[in-house]
Every structure is written in structure tokens, then in C-alpha cells.
């Protein structure tokens, strides 16, 4: 494979899985704050929600303390004049105060006054047996031991459930002796839910907490879907047991937030990284590749052309210019061996022709006569032939006493 | 009209061999004893018009190889016939005469019969 090819697959793949690590780490760790934020927001608004029905509460039983502790109450409770009645309780007053039900009771826990206003019309209405069992049943609304005790809360009736709040009857002093209990109940029906969705500007649901199954917690939340998640605060009755459920819907703004931030996050992790790959294999094609390309590309026609003369061009000043220079000093070194191999071969060619010069010539000029005086049998050529051979006696003369060829 | 034969050869005993053998065809011998002289004869001919048929050179010369004066001559003429009559046995030499234009490399321990032999064919 091609040191680029190698290059390329190395840091690509090296930014890939480095992308890979730093979206899976920032998605993990995004997300998470994300869903941490959505959960202490609905959190948050669930408190809301379950405050404002707190404050509903207090607000009935701080009306309730204004109508118990007053002296025409005290009064009232004992003679039941009409004009307290004719005065005070008419259906505009429940509409104002916004109370459903107003019931005297006198200190033998007898009702000395009851009336019911749907307050929606300012109509009267009949007070429902249920609830005066209610009140009947739970005698500790009606017992208030001193002054000061009352009880406000909420109570499961069949048909809703109500506000309800019970204070002693005194006089405008806050003074006794008790003469009885006021309660004053407060239905939850739909526009009073209406009014604390409005109030919080949140979608609230009231639920009953005995008919359907909810977190222990007394504030939970639990997403729905990727679009919808639900709060869930519980809230006591007047026992002190789990009896309503705020649920609070909201749509998962922050958490849909926080997607599209991840998906623009993992875009500019891509785009960088991208960049970032382009960048290294520039920088790495530039200052090492392509060198160790041309290099090898050097050697390579060295390489073909056998000629050990040629030098490669020697760049820079790191391992890469070393290992040219390396080359070069090698090829000077193979350059200087050939060079001593050629001479070593010119000297024993030389040395072959000089032999074959000093012995063949006078052995083919002795042959040569000899065959003429054979022929012709004139003995002229076989002193020329003699001679011939003096001459061959002479190199191996001058071979054995000076080392060398010659006839001189 | 006799065959000119101009032989290069630095060895005098080896002149009169030649002339003594090839005296049997009918050519005229003319004898040179370096490599220069022979390259200089070569072109006084060609100046008069006049045509070497052979030319037969030795390798050791005392000025120059027979290689460069197969060249020369070659370079004088192109259509030059030349025969290395060499006492070398060497490969490697024959070669080197083949590629400077020689047309024919002969071994001197052939013998002079042999040389007569070659002559006779290329002339004809």
C-alpha cells in the first residue's frame, strides 16, 4: 500500500474515531444536563403548581378567620338573629369570598346554620350529605381545643374534592370562650382548576391519588414521549394521607433544545474534523510524504539507471535529509568500490592482451615459419622461427627476474 | 585490377608472414607499423580516388588500439572492410572490435592459413 494511501486511512480514521469518542462523551454528557435542567424546571413548576394551591387553601382559611373570629359571628352562633343571616350570608357574598359552603356549628357540634352557593351561577344549592357525614365523622373539625387551633386542607369528596377549613368561633378579639366551629369548603371543580392553570400559566390536571398509580415521591416527573413529559405533586389531605395529585403537562422544550444543539454540535465536530484531517494530511503530504515519495522515487531511477554517480537532492535539516545524505554516502561508497572493481578488471584485461600479445605473437610468428620452412625446406625460416622463440624465452625471462612483460 | 590490402601491425615478423601467405592471392600489400600511419595511408588513398579492399589490424599497437583505428577508419569511410587479426583471445575484445565496425575478428593462433582463408572469402 502507498505510504499516502496509509497517511490518508491513518489520520482519517484516527479523526473518525476521535469524533466518534468526543460526540458520544458531549452527547452523553449534554444530554444528561439537558434532561438534569428539564427535570428541575417541572420540578420547579410542580412546587408552583401545588404553592398555588396551598395559597388557595390559606386564602379560605384566612377569610375563615376573618368571618369566626368577628362578634357578630359570636353573636350570631348563639341567637342565629336573621339579620346576621340577611346581612351576611347572601349567595353574592359566597361568590365574592368564593366559598362553596359555609356551616356554624355550635359547641355542642350542632349546625345551627348551613348554606351551599354554586358560585358559578350565585345560586343556592343543597348541602349534600355527604359532606355533613364527612364533617360528622371527623369530629376534630368541629372540636377546636383553644383559640388559636384550626384545620384547613383537603378533603375527598365523592363527586371532587374541596378545600376545607375550620376555625373557633370568637369574638373579633380573638377571644373565647369558644362558641363552636365555621367551616368553610371550597370545591376543586373545573374552574377552580381553570383559575390555577391560568394562575401558573401551566396545563394542570388534579387527580385523585388512590384511583390511578404514582411515584412515591412528593414531587416526581416522568417523560412521556420524546415530545411530552408530566410532573406529578402530591398533596395531603387533611389527615395527613396522599390524596391529590397535581400533574402538570409540558411540552420537553429544553430537552428538544438540547437535541438540536447536540445535532449542530456533531455538525461542527464533522466539519471540524473534516478540516482538521484535510489539514494533517496537507501538512504531513508537505513536510514528510511527498519527500519520502521523491526519495524513493530518487532511488528508484538510481536504482534503474545503475548509475552510482548520480546523487539525490538533499532537503532540509531532519531524519529525512539524513537518510538522504545516508543514501548518498552510500552511493559515493558503492560509487568508489565499482570504480576499484573496474580498475581491478581493466588491469587483469590489460594483463590477459599484454600475455596473449607477448607469447601468442611470437608462438603464431614460429608456427608461421616453421610451416613455410616444412613446405618449402629453406632453412632461413627456421632461424626466423628460432628467433621467434627467443623472444618468448626473453618475456619469460623479464616475467620471472623483473615481474613484468616485455621483450625489451 | 588487384585487391588492396592495407595491414597494420606493429610486429615485422608478422608482416612478412602475411605478405608470404597472401602472396598466393592476387592483391597488393601495403604495410604500416602504428595505428596513425595506417589512418594517415588509409586517407592518402581515399584522396586519390583509390580503394583499399581489406583492411587487417592488430590490437596492440605502439600508438594506438586496433579498436580506435577501426574506428577511424570507419569514421573516414564508412564502407571500410576491416579484419582484426588479434593475438588476444579474448570475448570481450571481439566484441569490442564488432561494435566499432569490424567486419570480421580473427585469432592469431588460428594461424596465417587461416588468415589466407578469410581474406580470400571476404575478397571474393
Known amino acids: 500500500m502507498r505510504i499516502r494511501l496509509k497517511t490518508l486511512i491513518i489520520v482519517g480514521g484516527a479523526v473518525i474515531v476521535l469524533g466518534f469518542i468526543i460526540y458520544g462523551v458531549s452527547q452523553t454528557v449534554l444530554i444528561k444536563g439537558f434532561l438534569e435542567i ?124 374541596a378545600i376545607i377549613s375550620s376555625r373557633p368561633i370568637l369574638t373579633s378579639e380573638d377571644e373565647g370562650p369558644i362558641r363552636g366551629a365555621l367551616i368553610m369548603i371550597r370545591y376543586i371543580d373545573e374552574e377552580e382548576i381553570e383559575k390555577l392553570s391560568q394562575l401558573t400559566q401551566l396545563s394542570i390536571e388534579i387527580l385523585r391519588y388512590n384511583e390511578t398509580e404514582f411515584p412515591e415521591e412528593e414531587i416526581s416527573v416522568e417523560p412521556i414521549n ?70 524513493n522515487d530518487n532511488v528508484k531511477k538510481i536504482e534503474e539507471s545503475g548509475d552510482v554517480s548520480k546523487r539525490i537532492e538533499v532537503q532540509g535539516n531532519d531524519e ?89 | 585490377m588487384k585487391n588492396k590490402i592495407l595491414v597494420i601491425e606493429g610486429d615485422e615478423a608478422i608482416h612478412e608472414l602475411i605478405k608470404i601467405f597472401l602472396s598466393q592471392l592476387d592483391v597488393e600489400i601495403y604495410s604500416v607499423f602504428n595505428g596513425e600511419d595506417g589512418i594517415s595511408k588509409y586517407q592518402e588513398f581515399m584522396k586519390k580516388g583509390e580503394k583499399i579492399d581489406l583492411v587487417i589490424t592488430s590490437y596492440n599497437l605502439p600508438d594506438l588500439n586496433g579498436v580506435e583505428v577501426t574506428r577511424r577508419i570507419l569514421d573516414i569511410n564508412e564502407r571500410a572492410i576491416i579484419l582484426a587479426f588479434t593475438a588476444s583471445l579474448d570475448s570481450e575484445l571481439s566484441e569490442e572490435f564488432r561494435k566499432a565496425g569490424a567486419k570480421m575478428v580473427l585469432s592469431k593462433v588460428d594461424g596465417f592459413s587461416e588468415l589466407k582463408e578469410k581474406v580470400e572469402k571476404i575478397l571474393n
Open chain 1, 38 to 161: 428539564e427535570e428541575q424546571m417541572i420540578e420547579k413548576d410542580v412546587r408552583r403548581a401545588v404553592n398555588s394551591l396551598y395559597d388557595d387553601i390559606y386564602v379560605i382559611d384566612s377569610t375563615n378567620y376573618d368571618w369566626s373570629a368577628w362578634d357578630d359571628t359570636y353573636e350570631f352562633i348563639q341567637d342565629r338573629n336573621e339579620e346576621y343571616i340577611e346581612s351576611n350570608l347572601i349567595n353574592d357574598t359566597f361568590v365574592t369570598i368564593g366559598v362553596n359552603v359555609m356551616l356554624y356549628f355550635n359547641s355542642s357540634g350542632d349546625l345551627v346554620f348551613g348554606k351551599a352557593v354554586d358560585i358559578e351561577n350565585g345560586t343556592e344549592v343543597e348541602i349534600t350529605e355527604e359532606l355533613l357525614d364527612y364533617i360528622e365523622e371527623n369530629e376534630f373539625l368541629l372540636n377546636h381545643q383553644n383559640v388559636e387551633d384550626n384545620i384547613s386542607g383537603i378533603i375527598l369528596l365523592t363527586e371532587m374534592p
Open chain 1, 226 to 295: 420524546e415530545d411530552y413529559i408530566v410532573g406529578y405533586g402530591i398533596i395531603p389531605d387533611i389527615h395527613g394521607k396522599p390524596s391529590l395529585v397535581i400533574k402538570v403537562n409540558e411540552k420537553r422544550d429544553i430537552y428538544q433544545q438540547g437535541k438540536t444543539t447536540l445535532y449542530y454540535y456533531g455538525l461542527s465536530i464533522i466539519s471540524l474534523g473534516l478540516l482538521m484531517a484535510i489539514a494533517m494530511v496537507i501538512l504531513l503530504d508537505k513536510s514528510i510524504v511527498s519527500r519520502l515519495v521523491k526519495l
Open chain 1, 320 to 408: 529525512i535529509a539524513y537518510l538522504a545524505k545516508g543514501i548518498n554516502d552510500m552511493l559515493e561508497s558503492l560509487e568508489k568500490s565499482e570504480q576499484k572493481i573496474k580498475d581491478a578488471l581493466n588491469e587483469e584485461r590489460e594483463f590477459k592482451r599484454k600475455t596473449a600479445h607477448y607469447f601468442f605473437n611470437p608462438i603464431c610468428i614460429a608456427k608461421g615459419f616453421l610451416k613455410i620452412a616444412q613446405e618449402e625446406g629453406d632453412l632461413k625460416y627456421i632461424e626466423k622461427a628460432i628467433k621467434a622463440v627467443d623472444r618468448i624465452e626473453k618475456v619469460v625471462k623479464n616475467i620471472v627476474t623483473k615481474g613484468e612483460i616485455s621483450e625489451e
